[in-house]
């Protein structure tokens, strides 16, 4: 064994708020690692959070101005019980597809609380919205026409907004969705158009949604986005020369992955939003304001367990080879858009009170290199059986992973 302080290998993000060791082992709610794999029936397994998802609204809702409505973004983990039990939370939903319009309604979700944007949307999706009463944001002119002639043809007043695709970015943000050419909303210039044309058709006029980027850390990046997204949203609404009913101003927050990330300044952002909303044009003062947000909500209160079944040395170097890997979490594995492979934060669940004493690879138990979890990890020395927990796994884990790859299936998930 190595003095921890001697250990240099490739730094661990920074394990999230929330999380402590009873018993020496990670716990969730109350309940230790090996509570919570024995009641789930083994390895893999994704365990979220109650407890994390509710007070990180709480927070959220306290540092935001009062009129601000919080919805959640269904793609960063739709499973069912967890959108049940975040239905009582948030204010409304947002959806990419009709699979996510069959998930939000089977969770008992009313359809006036949800808003389904993404390109591609196929006729018979467009549809199930329209005849449930979900709000459309259209990504194109062509898409508006198909969905005024699927509602003339089933009888149904449709409820259509724009989605715009911005002139301006989020600065600094993971994924840019904005800025330049973009299959995503419909270019600013060309929305007052389509607005009159919908208007005209008479169905029911649901407003703008402008959504910027995500997976922002800078408050300041943040700030300047929602208020650009302000000035663009009252430009057009004094173009299309109607009150704008609803403003969807996208979302962005971010939250930390990696080591030197620092977590989102929320009570600097809800106070800038305040200003600029007390400041707001004449011409959005009938306007009702939300964001949408996936991984901000549910990210952090999620962890990822799989079980060390084969420890081995190569070269010097340890391995420690787990049940799990990159078909539940591309995303930690560096395979979902990142250029230069960082560590998300990783323990040794079973061992989360003891003091880093090695250097170990942590990888999955797939037959590529691609298969990592954490490289050249600082950790306790452990065993196979050890159980290994990656944070930041309640989004963009389960359902945004190729689970299927070589053979290996679905992992388990729980709410906790
Ligand atoms: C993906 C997506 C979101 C959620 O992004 P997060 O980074 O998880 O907050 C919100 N809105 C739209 C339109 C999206 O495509």
């Not at 109350?30 to 407890?51: C, H, K, N, Q």
Request: charged share 20%; net charge negative.
């Amino acid at each position: 064994m190595t003095d921890a302080t001697e250990l240099k290998g490739k730094p661990l993000g920074p394990v999230p708020a929330g999380y402590e060791a009873v018993r020496g082992e990670l716990a969730v709610s109350g309940m230790t690692a090996s509570e919570l794999v024995a009641m789930a029936g083994g390895t893999p397994l994704f365990v979220y959070s109650r407890d994390l998802i509710a007070k990180r609204i709480r927070s959220l809702r306290a540092a935001m101005p009062p009129q601000l409505s919080i919805h959640y973004a269904v793609k960063a983990n739709p499973y069912s019980k967890l959108l049940e039990f975040i239905a009582g939370h948030v204010d409304g939903f947002d959806i990419a597809s009709g699979g996510e319009l069959a998930m939000v309604r089977d969770a008992g979700i009313p359809a006036d609380r949800v808003s389904f944007a993404g390109p591609g949307k196929r006729d018979a999706e467009l549809e199930s919205a329209i005849a449930c009463g979900a709000t459309i944001n259209l990504e194109s002119e062509s898409e508006g026409r198909r969905a005024l002639s699927i509602a003339d043809r089933i009888g149904q007043r449709p409820r259509l907004a724009i989605r715009v695709n911005p002139d301006f970015e989020l600065r600094g943000s993971g994924m840019k969705m904005g800025g330049g050419a973009k299959p995503f909303g419909l270019d600013a210039d060309r929305v007052p158009a389509l607005a009159r044309e919908l208007l005209g058709a008479g169905a029911e006029w649901r407003g703008l949604h402008i959504f910027a980027g995500s997976q922002a850390l800078s408050a300041a990046a943040v700030i300047e986005a929602q208020a650009n997204t302000l000035n663009l949203a009252a430009r057009l609404a004094e173009q299309i020369g109607a009150p704008l009913p609803h403003l969807n101003m996208g979302g962005g927050f971010g939250i930390p992955y990696f080591a030197g990330d620092m977590p989102l300044d929320i009570s600097a952002v809800g106070a800038a939003l305040g200003d600029a909303l007390a400041q707001r044009a004449e011409c959005l003062n009938e306007t009702q304001f939300c964001i949408e947000l996936g991984r901000y909500l549910v990210g952090e209160a999620g962890i990822y367990l799989t079980r060390i079944i084969d420890r081995k040395d190569s070269h010097g170097e340890v391995y420690l080879i787990t049940d799990g890997g990159m078909h539940h979490q591309l995303a930690a594995s560096g395979n979902f858009g990142t250029v230069v492979r960082r560590n998300y934060p990783v323990a040794i669940a079973n061992r989360f009170a003891q003091a880093p004493a090695e250097l170990a690879h942590v990888v999955g138990c797939l037959c590529t290199p691609l298969d990592r979890l954490a490289d050249k990890a600082a950790l306790p020395v452990a065993q196979e059986g050890d159980l290994v927990a990656v944070f930041c796994a309640g989004a963009y884990g389960a359902t945004a992973s190729p689970a299927q790859f070589l053979g290996q299936g679905p992992a388990r998930e729980m709410l906790v």
